[in-house]
């Protein structure tokens, strides 16, 4: 995995499209700490924690559905994963599994991505503590797209084993914006910190990203000099 791979634009306008094409002028934390043929990985805007970042095909697509019956996808993220708790620890992943670009459940992003976030508690328990009306079932990452059937879903899982990932998904009866952020900050005690386009938290999200960068680095010309 080259983790410094630059791809060209791939002629769409969405966002991460546009932090995607190797020619355009990016900040700091729209760059990728990792980036391979098919996936990058970025630190998340408004990231609450420190370490928290997301997994963004390079083709556009709305939802990652279909990515979790992808070997590459799960060598990826493997990868991803790795670096990310070799610094920052255990994490939980989710998905808002949107299915229009301009869906409330898409947050504002109509470009697939999934979350990595390091936290110390159940982000399962968590949410289902924040909204107890929702219907949860036990569900591998690689049954989202049956599970869903064609239907706008929320996934989540405490734990991290690949391609044998096993969480919960909730398929939604209507559209919902940014689920998973508000639970966290609920749980953090800052629940007016969860929308990320009024809450950047700018500081957090540098320093991650320059850990994360500084380690693939180290990796990489480690790599280089053996």
Request: charge should be neutral.
């Amino acid at each position: 995995m080259n983790r410094f791979h630059t791809i060209e634009n791939k002629g769409n306008d969405c966002r991460f499209c546009g932090f995607l094409n190797s020619g355009s002028k990016k900040s700091q934390i729209d760059t990728p700490w990792m980036l391979g043929e098919q996936y990058a990985a970025f630190v998340s805007v408004g990231a609450l924690v420190p370490g928290w970042s997301l997994i963004v095909p390079t083709d556009h697509k709305i939802n990652l559905s279909k990515d979790y019956s992808n070997k590459y996808f799960w060598s990826f993220v493997k990868e991803a994963a790795s670096v990310l708790e070799n610094n920052f620890g255990k994490f939980s992943i989710f998905e808002h599994g949107a299915f229009k670009a301009d869906s409330k459940t898409s947050c504002g992003t109509g470009h697939a991505h999934l979350h990595m976030v390091p936290v110390n508690f159940s982000l399962f328990e968590a949410a289902k503590a924040f909204n107890t009306e929702m219907t949860w079932e036990k569900c591998l990452a690689s049954e989202v797209a049956e599970k869903s059937k064609s239907s706008e879903y929320l996934f989540v899982a405490d734990s991290f084993d690949g391609e044998l990932t096993q969480g919960y998904i909730c398929v939604l009866e209507e559209e919902t914006s940014q689920f998973f952020r508000k639970v966290i900050a609920t749980k953090l005690g800052m629940p007016e910190k969860f929308d990320y386009k009024t809450s950047k938290m700018l500081e957090i999200s540098t320093d991650s990203v320059e850990k994360l960068s500084n380690y693939c680095w180290s990796i990489s010309n480690k790599t280089r000099s053996a």
